[in-house]
């Protein structure tokens, strides 16, 4: 058997100009002073091929690549410019694009066109020495199902354009639109592949055999076997793991071959399914496991169980030990991909991700060292706000973890009762009678980063101009319903269409106040989860939170532009008034202590200067509302039932009269009775279009995909789903109803499906949405728990102008083991840190 094994790599690198971190078209000129025989040119002008020298180690390939990168780095440099061993490089556009001068390159953009234009894309291609051809051919299709895994490994390409894809590696999908890419489909002889090729050359579709794009193929230069699906790598280890994988899955083939083991080749859009898999998610998600029929597992399983079923061949070549501890480093602190996302979470530039992959290209064969201590026992996850996949701090983290770390279990007690006390003390509870609790507030704030707080104030500034426009519209002209965005019957269908509403006056704000619940995913996009424009609560608690932790924790590290959130109040009593009659008072009306959320009317009520009134502080006389002998020009809402329902202890119908009035123009209804409208769950999937109808724009926060059963073919789908899905009551609130279908059992699954048959208006259906993470206080250590953010927007109009976030949000913290985050669903908060803006935002 002709099987030398010997390694070797192709690498291609991207010329990065150090000024602009931009691409740069001078390969050639970087070409002309280096050696051809190790140095080539590619399709691209910004891109230059280095070859390796044939090895018999992995430490001896290891020792080649930081060779050549040092000679095309030193080269380079002469010219302003510096390697990216990095697929995609994140400031590239198309516009970077220049063709390399040659006859076959100008055929090649001639016949393919913007397949062409779009290869602004780098690889990584390891050859393993297979002499015999025929031996080649049965390896590379036995060797297919492990090509997931590898290219998992080596992700490196989430920006395009300066945008992040949701990919981990789009190279992989880019690079998939080549005719000849993909898999050969099953092949019995090296005179098999010979005249697959002659086929492809003689249809025209491809010009020669070197344009034979296959995932895995006998090189057309060199004696070995060539894989070709991997991304460049800009940690040099990194790409030794995936040779030393890729060694080790030719000799175990190769092994089975010559014992004859059958075989039985994975059905094509099975092996198509596994690689698009490790494209979208690459180490962050779950990959599909080696089995005739694959399932999803955790990508971190796959990776090991990979290594050990190589085991004896590794162990026999004396791979095993380093690429055992390679694969373990790669899973600890992530993928480039990983890496690069967690750069540019630091401070939202798209130039420190340059920065990092050009100083991995050029650092240590290892990767750099790390900056923090690690946080043993954390379980860390892709997708944590706070701590990376090495167990290491990120960014702003760094001080405050270590600030946490040095506190011992007795000062960590003392100050967690310091925090109960002065909870008790202010009345801070939610919630009513039996079901009643005390605000938990966790002692490890939660940091918003400037760059992240102006994309989120841009778009729910954007969402709520819109929700505002449709009350306006819904309620008077109908417009949206006239147009047919909206049916008509999912809005006078639903039990939030309020009649009384119709009698508003022209012009007026309905919804004064809105919340909106932000989840941020696994690669830091934030989406809005749910629309709240009834009766928001969570400003009072937010503040509590700030000062509890100034009081508690004053001593930990905080970055010196944290906004003071107390400005809250004032701007709360400022949007109340806009409108309210001059000389008049803004008043808080409250069904009163029995609301869950009391705490939060007497707080808002003694910091903004308004009255806190219920019903039997109120009186109507001559189309005027009066608290007392002061008149009330603008009543916030705050009711535990619809207004036109309020009475007074005596019968008379307060709610009625109030409504009269504000018909009249006399007093503002701020938060309007019909508001419900907007924030029925069933309504959230026409936000997007209230968005492009009234504003003409695309939304700017991401929405959750929603199902609407009442609709014939959505119900069947989630019916068909309901396991894997997230149910919810169209007027639920506070988490009430909320089915997670993985983690139901079959009897609450069961028990869903017969409601939702029984009244498939009164539910929705989401995809789920794994929630970022945050380390949390429980059991004397830092344990993650899954958290949302709500997000207040105080609102005079529908201009641009119109609408103020508020320089407050609301972290709130779900259980162990839960996605709920509702505080009524028993979870905690956490004070926030959010960073000031900086002047371009602002």
Known sequence: MSLELTLGAEEELHLIDLETRRLSARAPQILSQLPPESFTAEIQRTTVEMTTEPVATLDGLRRELARLRGTLAKAAASEGLAPAS?????????????????????????????????????????????????????????????????????????????????????????????????????????????????????????????????????????????????DACPIIDDAVLIAGLFRGTVAAAARAIEAGEPWTPLRSPMHRAAMWQ?????????????????????????????????????????????????????????????????????????????????????????GPLPASAILRGYRARAGDEAIGLASRPRGVYHDLISHHQSLTADDRAGRELERDQWVSEAGLTFGTGEDAGDFHVDLMPRVISDHEWAAIRAGVTQRARAIEHFLRDVYADQRILTAGIVPRDAVSGTGAWRSEALRLPVGSVHAPVMGFDLVRNEVGGWRVLEDNVRSPSGLAFAVAAREIMDGVMSDAPRPADVIDP??????????????????????????????????????????????????????????????????VGALYLRLDDELALLKTASGDPLGEQLLDVAASGGVVLANAPGNGVADDKAMYCYVPEFIGFYLDERPLLEAVPTYRTSDEVERAIVLGRLGELVTKPVDGQGGAGVMIGPYASAAAVAERRAAILESPSAWVAQELVRLSSHPTWADDHLQPRHVDLRVFAFVTGTGPDDVRVADVALTRVAREGSMVVNSSAGGGAKDTWIRRATKEDS
């Open 278 to 366: 490790a494209a979208r998610s690459g180490l962050s998600d779950d990959l599909l496991d080696h089995s005739p029929h694959p399932r999803p597992v955790p990508a971190s399983q796959a990776v090991l169980a990979l290594v050990e079923r190589l085991r004896p061949d590794l162990e026999e070549l004396g791979d095993y030990d380093e690429v055992s501890e390679l694969a373990r480093r790669v899973l600890a602190r992530g993928n480039s991909a990983d890496r690069q996302r967690a750069a540019f979470a630091e401070r939202g530039s798209m130039e420190d991700v340059v920065d990092l992959v050009l100083a991995e290209t050029s650092g240590p064969a290892s």
């Open 566 to 631: 107390t400005r809250v109040f004032a701007d709360l009593r400022d949007t109340l008034l806009v409108a309210a009659p001059e000389g008049s008072r803004a008043a808080l009306l409250s069904s009163g202590p029995s609301s869950s959320a009391w705490y939060e009317h007497r707080r808002l009520a003694q910091e903004a200067g308004l009255l806190l009134l219920t019903a039997e502080d109120v009186r109507v006389a001559d189309d005027v509302v009066y608290a007392g002998d002061e008149r």
């Open 86 to 230: 990095v697929a995609t490089a994140p400031l590239s556009d198309f516009a970077d694009f220049e063709l390399t001068s040659s006859g076959r390159y100008g055929r090649m953009q001639e016949q393919y066109r913007m397949l062409v234009d779009e290869q602004l894309i780098c690889g990584l291609q390891i050859h393993v020495g297979v002499s015999d051809r025929d031996l080649a051919v049965q390896i590379m299709q036995r060797v297919a199902q492990d090509l997931p895994v590898l290219t998992a490994l080596s992700a490196s390409s989430p920006y395009w354009s300066g945008n992040d894809t949701g990919y981990a590696s789009i190279r992989s999908i880019i690079w998939q639109r080549w005719p000849s890419a993909g898999a050969t489909g099953t092949l019995g002889s090296a005179a098999e592949y010979d005249a697959l090729l002659e086929d492809l050359i003689r249809s025209g579709v491809i010009a020669d055999s070197k344009m034979a794009y296959f995932d895995v193929r006998p090189s057309s230069h060199v004696p070995t076997l060539e894989l070709r699906v991997c």
